[in-house]
């Protein structure tokens, strides 16, 4: 059984940091792809940023140049480095791990229906 359980998320002012952590027990990082979406009160999940089996990443535009996903394969462990963050940014950030083996296409933003384990999600809330 996969299990996702994301930590880190909190509070802070424009312009902070803060930095994710998603923990995986019955799944391999190594092998697929995993992407962090997040979803704001009253609009749909989106992508945020992915990471393949190569290590190869995308990016949603809205964070490009400010987040940075990266994995530990031997602690199975996905992270999203946000930095500069905005007020736009506050919303529930889920970790999820894709049946994609390989990012298809530069610019490629994660999609929902390729990522079929979710974890509960950690609110981030950027004050202005």
């Not at 400010?66 to 736009?88: C, G, H, V, W």
């Not at 889920?94 to 979710?118: E, S």
Request: aromatic content about 12%.
């Amino acid at each position: 059984q996969v299990q996702l359980v994301e930590s880190g998320g909190g509070s802070v002012q424009a312009g902070g940091s803060l930095r994710l952590s998603c923990a995986a027990s019955g799944y391999t990082y190594s092998s697929y792809c995993m992407g962090w979406f997040r979803q704001a009160p009253g609009k749909e999940r989106e992508g945020v940023a992915a990471i393949d089996s190569d290590g190869n990443t995308s990016y949603a535009d809205s964070v490009k140049g400010r987040f940075t996903i990266s994995k530990d394969n031997a602690a199975n462990t996905l992270y999203l480095q946000m930095n500069n963050l905005k007020p736009e940014d506050t919303a529930v950030y889920y970790c999820a791990a894709g049946n994609l083996r390989h990012i298809p296409a530069i610019g490629w933003v994660p999609q929902t229906r390729y990522f079929p384990y979710w974890g509960q999600g950690t609110q981030v809330t950027v004050s202005s």
